[in-house]
């Protein structure tokens, strides 16, 4: 019987940990329990964030294949396999680099939500939006929403780094005391 203060997540966890417990020692795949079960312990709050990046991939794959249809281009499943695994390997190392940064500074400043991944997430779900969008305009080019909505994500894309490039030189400029600019004779 659960405690009723425990969370589904805690009991699945429980289970999960018990499962792997018994099967690393009774099977030669032990290994691949534990490390199954660590991916699962670490990736686990951010679940959700991963989700949304693999069906906004999935659907940039799906509108990619229907506009190179549109346009005539020859489907190679090689290149959708190179283009997928370039994606998705870049995508992963930024999500485990990002993390491993994020779980260091809730540590050390003792924060419990992951702002840096939501941040990285939102990125990369725009930068798939706009790809998803210029192919929808490949796709169905009569349709003026998809044009204005480019725009729109163009120009909020520009705010965002405008405004981040000006966070950064305020930050180093205040480091030097406003120094950074000028050369020393």
Not at 49 to 74: E, T, Y
Not at 99 to 109: A, D, H, I
Request: glycine share 6%.
């Amino acid at each position: 019987m659960t405690r009723s203060n425990d969370t589904i997540l805690d009991i699945l966890f429980s289970i999960t940990k018990n499962f792997t417990t018994y099967y690393s020692k009774s099977t030669p795949f032990g290994f691949l329990f534990q490390f199954l079960f660590f991916l699962t312990t670490i990736f686990s709050p951010i679940y959700l964030n991963i989700i949304f990046i693999f069906c906004v991939l999935i659907a940039d794959v799906a509108l990619g294949v229907a506009a190179s249809i549109k346009k005539g281009v020859k489907f190679e499943s090689r290149k959708l396999k190179k283009g997928l695994v370039h994606k998705l390997a870049f995508y992963g190392i930024i999500i485990v680099s990002f993390l491993g940064l994020e779980l260091v500074l809730m540590k050390m400043l003792q924060y419990k939500t992951y702002y840096i991944i939501g941040v990285i997430t939102t990125m990369i779900g725009f930068y798939e939006l706009t790809s998803i969008v210029e192919k929808m305009m490949i796709i169905e080019p009569n349709i003026k929403v998809f044009n204005r909505l480019l725009k729109w994500i163009k120009k909020t894309d520009e705010k965002i780094e405008t405004n981040i490039d000006n966070k950064i030189d305020k930050l180093f400029d205040n480091e030097d005391g406003g120094n950074s600019n000028k050369i020393e004779e």
